[in-house]
């Protein structure tokens, strides 16, 4: 629905921790877009059966007006809760609550990322909501981060630190589709600048199209991740680019 009903902005997927005990933990799930919004009288009758916004949205969108209906019955039956908040015009947050048994033992990933601490990253991505995720799943690490939204903003501080001759960066993680000066063409200045000196790089993507790129960008990088990117997948990256190995499949988290 989200997707359907977002001609423009962005669509968002959160997980939180609600409340833990000692052997569950209950999580919550929303789904953020900046689509039509609905208004309070259609949001109060909206998990009916056949129910839709309008008549306008099923000539519109097509469907029968079941899904919602639908996920709020499997939500219930798995002892959860289904809501929404919205304002038309501006977008809709669907959330649901489901509760989880908890293992015995689980893997830290904090612990299997240890070597990472006080490593310096700078994250360059135009999208807010990803620098976001970037930031807080580094930074949970205790990983030194700066974030920046463009390839221009990135290559002013890589030039500021190599003037006054300051510790580089030990990796950049760089997105490909950038307005103005996108991910490839701020890597290749960044290369020239600094030469053998230019920090581990690792490719973020949402379109999988590795091919298209230009062979000598594709060797200078440590790995290409495509969106979206779990802390697991992003840990490994990281540790294949500064440990300079090729990681076996069970070193792969």
Known sequence: NAVKFTDQGEISIHTEVECQYEDQIKLKFSVADS???????????????????????????????????????LVELMEGHISVDSTPGKGSCFSFTLPFSLL?????????????????????????????????????LNIQVDI?????????????IRTLNLPQYDLIIMDWKMPGMDGVECIQKIKRLLGHETPSLLMLTGHDQKSSLAEDVQDSLCDFLLKP??????????KRALLGKSLKKEEVL
């Open 35 to 73: 689509g039509i919004g609905m208004n309070e009288s259609t949001i109060k009758k909206l998990f009916q059966p056949f129910t839709q916004a309008d008549g306008s949205t099923t000539r519109r969108f097509g469907g029968t007006g079941l899904g919602l209906s639908i996920t709020r019955q």
């Open 104 to 140: 015995e033992k689980t893997v830290s990933l904090v612990n299997e990322a240890s070597f990472l601490v006080g490593k310096r990253v700078m994250v360059v991505d135009d999208v807010r909501s990803s620098l976001e995720v970037l930031n807080q799943v580094l930074k949970g």
């Open 148 to 160: 920046f939204d463009s390839g221009v903003k990135a290559l002013h501080e890589v030039e500021r």
């Open 229 to 238: 990117i779990t802390p697991a997948a992003l840990v490994t990256s990281i």
